[in-house]
Nanobody
């Protein structure tokens, strides 16, 4: 199957930056959409950003201008550069990918999440 492993979370002061990575491995034929979602305590999981295999990008309004999503297709890895972080960005960040494991089979896969805490 497919595994997604996030890294790069941690504690950062307001105004700081972090870069999250999501490495996909396993039986991958192609990765269609890669994205980042987050879930803050007591809130529902929400989309942060996503990027298609063709390079189309969507951002949540709350992160536009501060976060940048990218991917390295050769490495099956996605990235989320987060700048100007504020306490409202504190959440567990999850990597998501819609992966084709054959030309006939595709599915949604999730990482286990990485905690981002923005606090002074």
């Amino acid at each position: 199957q497919v595994q997604l492993v996030e890294s790069g979370g941690g504690l950062v002061q307001p105004g700081g930056s972090l870069r999250l990575s999501c490495a996909a491995s396993g039986s991958i034929f192609s990765i269609n959409t890669m994205g980042w979602y987050r879930q803050a305590p007591g809130k529902e999981r929400e989309l942060v950003a996503r990027i298609t295999s063709g390079g189309s990008i969507d951002y949540a309004d709350s992160v536009k201008g501060r976060f940048t999503i990218s991917r390295d297709n050769a490495k099956n890895t996605g990235y989320l550069q987060m700048n100007s972080l504020n306490p409202g960005d504190t959440a567990v960040y999850y990597c998501h990918a819609y992966v084709s494991i054959t030309i006939f089979q595709s599915g949604d896969y999730w990482g286990k999440g990485t905690l981002v805490t923005v606090s002074s």
